[in-house]
């Protein structure tokens, strides 16, 4: 499969979506589609934009390998319960492309980031791990489902919107001995689209490490993940380390993961604890939100 371009030609982006080259112009002259120019005057569309305007417009995808997509991407609309049985067999047969289609399938319909690891990634993880303990998986397939759609999470990066440079801060991650890295990869990306500027530390970060970073970049916002399980105790010391720095410098801090039980939350102070990605992307909202875009409503216009 081809490698993303990042900055397409006028004529590159007029043929993944069927259309001719003097129209494209015209849209982007028009601001329906945002483009930029070269040191040398040349007009190249951001992939981003590509993306957005299919998104806002419902505009079919016609050459979707030039986009650096699977074949049959970007056909037709996409229904997350779908979406779930189709990811299910991508995950169980380890098909690399089967599972991108997927995600980028219910991205170009609409649906939110937050949507489709609530309502179709994380159900589909916990499937395969019903699954592999009852011996109907092998643990490979569980490890290649990971690293399958970590890189197709990677992949959506450069689809985004760009994000204003005066946006606030956001960043994450978790404690040393939680390896899991899925899910501050899925906040990352799911903070992006709401209009912060995000960014996912990864996993197994010393406590002193994450403190660190506060006091660095400063942000508004920080996560962390708990999926692995801790001592209750060693835990509990160090997350009061990271809270007392958070509060310090005004940051909210937002916890969520599967081993924070209302036992563990019960102990710990907190911004907002989150169960789904929803529920994160409802809290960053009560601390900001980016204005309206009025591209939208241009793009609508070519579909009435």
Partial sequence: MPSYLEQLTPKQVARAIGVSEASLKRWCNRGIIASVR?????????LSAVVQFLRESGRQLVRPEILGLPPATGN????????????????????????????????????????????VIAPAFRSVGEQW????LEVYQERRGVEICQRTLHRLYPMLPCVDDDA???????????????PTTMAELVLKQAGWRAASYGACLPVTSL??????????????????AFEPEPFLA????????????GAALVVGGRWLTASVRSHMQFSSHCD????????ARTLYSPPPSARAALCRELTT
Avoid at 38 to 45: I, L, N, Q
Avoid at 108 to 116: E, K, M, V, Y
Avoid at 168 to 180: C, H, I, K, M, V
């Fill in 38 to 46: 070269t040191g040398g005057g040349h007009r190249r569309v951001p």
């Fill in 76 to 119: 037709g609309r996409m229904v997350c319960c779908r979406a779930l049985s189709q990811l299910g067999d991508a995950l169980a047969a380890c098909d690399d492309e089967q599972f991108q289609r997927v995600i980028f399938d219910l991205y170009l319909s609409r649906h939110t980031i937050a949507d489709i690891c609530d309502k």
């Fill in 133 to 136: 303990q009852h011996g109907a």
């Fill in 168 to 182: 606030p801060r956001a960043f994450g991650g978790s404690l040393e001995g939680d390896p899991y890295v899925l």
């Fill in 211 to 228: 403190c660190g970073a506060l006091r660095t970049v400063r942000p508004r916002l920080v996560w962390l993940s708990v999926s692995a």
């Fill in 238 to 249: 160090q997350y009061q380390r990271l809270y007392d720095v958070a509060h310090e410098l």
């Fill in 276 to 283: 789904t990605m929803n529920h994160l992307v409802a809290f």
